[in-house]
T-cell receptor, first 111, second 116 residues
Framework: DQQVKQNSPSLSVQEGRISILNCDYTNSMFDYFLWYKKYPAEGPTFLISISSIKDKNEDGRFTVFLNKSAKHLSLHIVPSQPGDSAVYFCAASENDYKLSFGAGTTVTVRA | NAGVMQNPRHLVRRRGQEARLRCSPMKGHSHVYWYRQLPEEGLKFMVYLQKENIIDESGMPKERFSAEFPKEGPSILRIQQVVRGDSAAYFC??????????????FGPGTRLTVL
């Protein structure tokens, strides 16, 4: 019962271009959404989040968009840099602590 | 300030043995969460503990799995009589607060359990 889905297992993008990562969810009770970034042999690190009362949140090169009616969110990275190469996880929550994660999207930024 | 520490980083067990995974939260953190990542899947919540208390174990398998966070020492996730399906990466996270402080859930590097 995957409540959070990332349907693209991988994404390759040229340095300087935009990376767009997508995430869909099924649980209408989710009201808080997060993106985590993970390097090999490390744990996930928090990147950016958005509450369900908003439809956009921006932090530097990272912007998260939320479309509640479509139960869809996306992460935009502009411009993409080589250090952005990592696995990105979408996560969602309906309470104060329990996170549900997608399977991840591996981003490769080409020089 | 050291981050969340997990050991061992890699653990190999034969079917039927016990696996014991340790997690030391960040200094000052009293809330610990365990997640499991099966191959090709996302992290799945297992259990939330505070010192000497299990707050939510709704994600724990009903048998063979247990977790504790004693007053002194690390949090322990124990898997008895391991089976091949227990092979996964187990991540621990900690936070200083209870509540909507998600970005304060700091993750450790994980323990990769392989059951032969």
């Amino acid at each position: 019962d995957q409540q959070v889905k990332q349907n693209s297992p991988s994404l390759s993008v040229q340095e300087g271009r935009i990376s767009i990562l997508n995430c869909d969810y099924t649980n209408s009770m989710f009201d808080y959404f997060l993106w985590y970034k993970k390097y090999p042999a490390e744990g996930p690190t928090f990147l950016i989040s958005i509450s369900s009362i908003k439809d956009k949140n921006e932090d530097g090169r990272f912007t998260v968009f939320l479309n509640k009616s479509a139960k869809h969110l996306s992460l935009h990275i502009v411009p993409s840099q080589p250090g952005d190469s990592a696995v990105y996880f979408c996560a969602a929550s309906e309470n104060d602590y329990k996170l549900s994660f997608g399977a991840g999207t591996t981003v490769t930024v080409r020089a | 300030n050291a981050g969340v520490m997990q050991n061992p980083r890699h653990l190999v067990r034969r079917r039927g043995q016990e696996a014991r995974l340790r997690c030391s939260p960040m200094k000052g953190h009293s809330h610990v969460y365990w997640y499991r990542q099966l191959p090709e899947e996302g992290l799945k919540f297992m259990v939330y503990l505070q010192k000497e208390n299990i707050i939510d174990e709704s994600g724990m398998p009903k048998e063979r799995f247990s977790a504790e966070f004693p007053k002194e020492g690390p949090s322990i996730l124990r898997i008895q009589q391991v089976v091949r399906g227990d092979s996964a990466a187990y991540f621990c996270a900690s936070s200083p607060l209870y509540g909507r402080a998600y970005n304060e859930q700091f993750f450790g590097p994980g323990t990769r359990l392989t059951v032969l």
